[in-house]
């Protein structure tokens, strides 16, 4: 091979990265696998000794002596949900600074999909996976986690419960959004949201039941629909219930990809928000915050909930492997904006 002043030279080792840096070759690997008991300064000696002498390790060797690949997965439902890719990145982050690259999958939320996906992470023996899943309750699926011969954190699931898990407060911040309608004066509330297989479903529907009991109103079950997270499904469930009579005076969009179909929908319907319709939205975004008026929102933190499911992920795998499964909650808090008034 050549310098970087053209001259013929053999090729770069470790050896000679330790020699330049003054170091033993124990301390150069343990910089090269990212072991955090090598000190900042021995660390820095090194890593200008790589740069250096341009030396490249030979990743396939280190993942065969390791029984690693230092590949992981990322599962996620749609990657086309702008809301995610702060998640992704988030993850990311954390999981390149542990030494570990990514393969980004979208499962579209078709079991088929998911199974392809889960038989493609395993066949390429990677080393852990963060992941959803489209069904909480489908056996095929299920098993297919089961199977998986990594460890892996689920994306606001909880089954299996043996895995590692970041959970988002959906039914505390579905409850405080109904809790605001019914301040406001309204009872004909709507809520659309996914397939009752997943957990995020399941404690929506529960918030929305919470806040009408506690004072005592009985809800209209025709204003609750359960069936998908998607925008189109948000744009086909509100133009039904606004064909209904009476119509709902308020709908929450619960999911993160559903608010445009909402919107959609009111908009060709003639509805003005929040004269006509309230509206409350799931997760913030661009849209939610650019609208006139901008949309109330239940809202969680999806850079922080990638960030700890990537340190959960990376503590499992080089730590321990061993340890009971953690749970991680993440609060959903209100962000009250224009989009709610009185009924009229």
Same mark, same amino acid.
């Given at each position: 091979?050549?310098?970087?002043?053209?001259?013929?030279?053999?090729?770069?080792?470790?050896?000679?990265?330790?020699?330049?840096?003054?170091?033993?070759?124990?301390? !150069?690997?343990?910089?090269?696998?990212?072991?955090?008991?090598?000190? %900042?300064?021995?660390?820095?000696?090194?890593?200008?000794?790589?740069?250096?002498?341009?030396?490249?390790?030979? #990743?396939?060797?280190?993942?065969? /002596?390791?029984?690693?690949? /230092?590949?992981?997965? !990322?599962?996620?439902? +749609?990657?086309?949900?702008?809301?995610?890719?702060?998640?992704?990145?988030?993850?990311? %982050?954390?999981? @390149?600074?542990?030494?570990?690259?990514?393969?980004?999958?979208? +499962?579209?939320?078709?079991?088929?999909?998911?199974?392809?996906?889960? +038989? #493609?992470?395993?066949?390429?023996?990677?080393?852990?996976?963060?992941?959803?899943?489209?069904?909480?309750? %489908?056996?095929?699926?299920?098993?297919?986690?089961?199977?998986?011969?990594?460890?892996?954190? $689920?994306? %606001? /699931?909880?089954?299996?419960?043996?895995?590692?898990?970041?959970?988002?407060? @959906?039914?505390?911040?579905?409850?405080?959004?109904?809790? @605001?309608?019914?301040? $406001?004066?309204?009872?004909?509330?709507?809520?659309?949201?996914?397939?009752?297989?997943?957990?995020?479903?399941?404690?929506?529907?529960?918030?929305? @039941?919470?806040a009408y009991r506690a004072r005592g109103i009985t809800p209209d079950p025709r204003f609750i629909r359960t069936q998908s997270f998607g925008a189109d499904f948000g744009f086909v469930e509100t133009s039904s219930l606004m064909?209904?009579?009476?119509?709902?005076?308020?709908?929450?969009?619960?999911?993160?990809?559903?608010?445009?179909? #909402? $919107?959609?929908?009111?908009?060709?319907?003639?509805?003005?928000?929040?004269?006509?319709?309230?509206?409350?939205?799931?997760?913030?975004?661009?849209?939610?915050?650019?609208?006139?008026?901008?949309?109330?929102? !239940?809202?969680?933190?999806?850079?922080?909930?990638?960030? #700890?499911?990537?340190?959960?992920?990376?503590?499992?795998i080089e730590r321990e492997r061993d340890a009971a499964p953690r749970h991680v909650r993440f609060p959903a808090e209100l962000v009250i904006r224009g989009s709610c008034a009185a009924p009229r």
């Open positions: 091979m050549k310098n970087r002043q053209g001259g013929s030279t053999a090729r770069i080792t470790i050896k000679h990265v330790a020699s330049k840096a003054g170091v033993s070759l124990g301390t !150069v690997s343990r910089v090269l696998n990212g072991n955090k008991s090598v000190g %900042d300064e021995l660390r820095i000696r090194v890593e200008r000794a790589i740069r250096e002498l341009e030396y490249h390790p030979d #990743v396939l060797a280190q993942s065969m /002596r390791r029984g690693a690949t /230092r590949v992981v997965g !990322v599962v996620i439902r +749609s990657l086309m949900v702008p809301v995610l890719a702060g998640f992704v990145k988030a993850a990311q %982050d954390v999981l @390149h600074e542990a030494g570990y690259a990514v393969m980004l999958a979208g +499962s579209e939320g078709r079991p088929e999909r998911e199974l392809e996906i889960l +038989s #493609v992470l395993s066949r390429r023996r990677m080393d852990g996976v963060i992941m959803t899943t489209a069904s909480e309750a %489908d056996p095929m699926l299920l098993r297919a986690r089961q199977a998986l011969q990594m460890p892996a954190v $689920l994306l %606001d /699931r909880h089954n299996p419960t043996e895995f590692d898990a970041v959970l988002v407060a @959906h039914r505390e911040g579905i409850r405080r959004a109904v809790e @605001h309608l019914l301040d $406001l004066g309204h009872r004909r509330i709507a809520l659309i949201t996914g397939e009752e297989t997943t957990r995020p479903a399941v404690e929506r529907v529960r918030g929305y @039941h919470d064909g209904q009579n009476p119509a709902p005076t308020a709908i929450i969009a619960g999911g993160i990809a559903m608010l445009p179909g #909402v $919107l959609r929908a009111a908009r060709a319907h003639s509805l003005r928000v929040p004269d006509d319709l309230s509206i409350i939205g799931s997760c913030d975004s661009d849209l939610a915050q650019m609208m006139t008026p901008p949309i109330t929102v !239940v809202q969680w933190d999806y850079e922080k909930v990638g960030k #700890v499911a990537a340190e959960l992920l990376v503590g499992r």
